[in-house]
């Protein structure tokens, strides 16, 4: 069977932060109406904590005030409106509570029968800007049947080494969610094809709305292709039915029909330090895991040294 998702992104603009969530449940059963057969929904980064209205140092009191745990009614309340709606949910993210009460910029996804599957601490704020504690893990999730899927957020993507590390554990599609008011959105719309490039994988980069964002959405295939686009910053919706079984055929035969990063390295080869890191490259590990393995993709977490 065809390994494909109907993905649409919305680009909207933020809803403020504390807004009732009958408006966002509204807005994601008009995109299901718009769009036919469409399997998972993804908003931009903190599509619920709008605050742009507001001074840096009281916005950044807004989000703290507003920040809520995981296991709060917050999540319940999404998980009830993935249910409600039958699709794969990524709400944008949320100003997280943590256990010590640190505030983590936290993408969610919920399946379609409400369970929060996943969930991904933004590893990169956007320093000094933000107020975040950075994530420490990288996240990927699986969709039984079609495949892997990891998660990125806005300025992750500036760094090559999350996607690398998606790839690494066996994402075939990233899902980057984004809250990109600057100019450098024109950046960014590289990036989404060099990641998706050297990684081979898809890339679906979902930008929040004028007047606030600079929008320009997009969806990438693993040859970097741009299959969708909005080329502006008006709300819209961009759809597309990727097919991950792409990934499978690009990896084997080569971007272009040439190029096999995953497979650069032979057994014999000997180990490359990364003084970077602090770590190296083995060869025998120099593979992407597969979507078929044990690994613990619901939490995402890496446990490898």
């Known amino acids: 069977m065809p390994r494909?998702?109907?993905?649409?992104?919305?680009?909207?603009?933020?809803?403020?932060?504390?807004?009732?969530?009958?408006a966002f449940a509204a807005e994601l059963r008009r995109v299901l109406s718009d769009s036919e057969g469409v399997e998972l929904v993804m908003y931009p980064e903190l599509h619920l904590f709008g605050s742009e209205e507001e001074a840096?140092?009281?916005?950044?009191?807004?989000?703290?005030?507003?920040?809520?745990?995981?296991?709060?009614?917050?999540a319940a309340e999404l998980g009830a409106i993935a249910?409600?709606?039958g699709v794969w949910l990524i709400p944008g993210s949320v100003c997280e509570l943590g256990p010590a009460g640190e505030l983590f910029n936290t993408a969610l996804v919920f399946s379609p029968a409400g369970e929060l599957v996943a969930s991904y601490r933004k590893v990169f704020?956007?320093?000094?800007?933000?107020?975040?504690?950075?994530?420490?893990?990288?996240?990927?999730?699986?969709?039984?049947?079609?495949?892997?899927?990891?998660?990125?957020?806005?300025?992750?993507?500036?760094?090559p080494e999350v996607t690398r590390h998606l790839g690494w554990m066996g994402a075939e599609a990233v899902l980057n969610i984004v809250k990109t008011t600057t100019p450098d959105r024109a950046q960014e719309l590289v990036l989404a094809r060099a990641n998706s490039?050297?990684?081979q994988t898809f890339t679906v980069s979902v930008?929040?709305?004028?007047?606030i964002g600079k929008g320009q959405s997009l969806i990438v295939d693993p040859e970097g292709a741009v299959l969708r686009e909005l080329g502006d910053d008006r709300p819209?919706?961009?759809?597309?039915?990727?097919?991950?079984d792409a990934v499978s055929r690009i990896r084997e035969e080569g971007t272009a029909g040439l190029n096999r990063m995953w497979d650069q390295f032979l057994p014999t080869d000997p180990a490359l330090e990364l003084p970077l890191y602090g770590g190296r490259i083995e060869a025998a590990r120099w593979h992407p895991q597969s979507t078929t393995s044990t690994h613990p993709t619901t939490?995402?977490?890496?446990?490898?040294?």
């Open 236 to 244: 819209g919706v961009i759809v597309e039915t990727i097919d991950l």
């Open 56 to 74: 840096p140092e009281r916005r950044n009191a807004m989000l703290r005030e507003s920040a809520a745990p995981l296991d709060g009614p917050l």
């Open 125 to 159: 704020p956007w320093r000094p800007y933000e107020p975040y504690d950075p994530g420490d893990r990288f996240v990927v999730f699986d969709i039984e049947g079609v495949g892997r899927f990891g998660l990125s957020i806005c300025y992750d993507a500036w760094f």
């Open 4 to 22: 494909t998702m109907r993905i649409a992104a919305v680009q909207a603009t933020p809803q403020p932060i504390g807004a009732p969530l009958d």
């Open 299 to 305: 939490s995402g977490q890496d446990t490898s040294k």
């Open 83 to 85: 249910r409600d709606a």
């Open 207 to 211: 930008n929040c709305a004028g007047p």
């Open 197 to 199: 490039i050297v990684n």
